[in-house]
């Protein structure tokens, strides 16, 4: 016959069902929050994908010279290397 004041000791089940839990919680959290991160970094690459347009510098047009200002710049520049 079974002792019915003899209480089994289950305080080692308790205390691995508990951490067990905490690291499945845990776990749990990291992942939720690692791929929060990463809908944001994919949300704000897609929103700013062309960002990069906007701070392109035009380029400036060519000044092209007629040949009645070749001849002034010309004697300008064999001035400036006489002196």
Do not use: C, S
């Not at 690459?45 to 701070?55: F, G, I, M, S, V």
């Amino acid at each position: 016959m079974k002792n019915p004041f003899h209480k089994e000791n289950n305080t080692g089940i308790i205390v691995g069902a508990i951490v067990a839990g905490a690291l499945a919680a845990g776990a749990g959290i990291w992942f939720y929050l690692r791929g929060k991160r990463a809908a944001e970094a994919e949300a704000y690459r897609h929103e700013h994908a062309q960002d990069y347009l906007k701070n392109k510098q035009k380029k400036k047009k060519k000044h092209k010279t007629g040949l009645d200002e070749l001849e002034d710049i010309v004697q300008h520049q064999q001035a400036t290397h006489e002196v």
